[in-house]
């Protein structure tokens, strides 16, 4: 059966890896939790996408980030959070307090880690990470796609990962762009 091209264009945007990893720090959030951030961390009543430091220095996503997890949770796509942060800890804490916006005006929000089927936040390579991903999903390095600010990171595109530099934090053009760059790696047969 031939396929029209617009048919064809549909199946190639809907084409998404399996997997989907972000940095936390300058790549969902404006900040370094270890060196921004002092605990503990709370959220004032039910405050949308904002938790507050032991001085009431905000952490929040990126404008864009919590569409962005929706699309993926709706896709069915396995998310992840790769820090290599000195402050697992509030990295952790943040996540747990931060209420992502419901995408409906029928849902309630729901805490951030709740979009992360797995989360790999502790101190060294994001190689480590990523291979602990890998043991732990299955999933093949090449069905992965890792979003991250710093350069020192794409060191995870040995592996096979399709990395995405984000100098300025996830939205929806940098998102589009690395999925673009992913399906232009692994267009379909």
Known sequence: MITSLEDRMLEMSAHLPRLIAFDLDYTLWDLWL??????????????????????????????????????????????????????????????GLLLVPSNTHQDDPLPAVNFFH????YPGSKLAHFKKLHEKTGIPYSDMLFFDDEHRNSEVEKLGVTFVLVPRGVNHAAFEKGLAKWRKRHALE
């Open 34 to 95: 270890d060196t921004h951030v002092t605990g503990p961390l709370y959220r004032h009543n039910d405050t949308l996408n904002e938790v507050l430091d032991k001085y009431k220095y905000p952490i929040k996503f990126y404008h864009e980030v919590p569409q962005i997890l929706h699309r993926l949770r709706a896709s069915e796509v396995t998310i992840a959070a790769c820090s290599r942060t000195d402050a697992p800890r509030l990295a952790r804490q943040a996540l």
């Open 118 to 121: 797995h989360l790999e936040i």
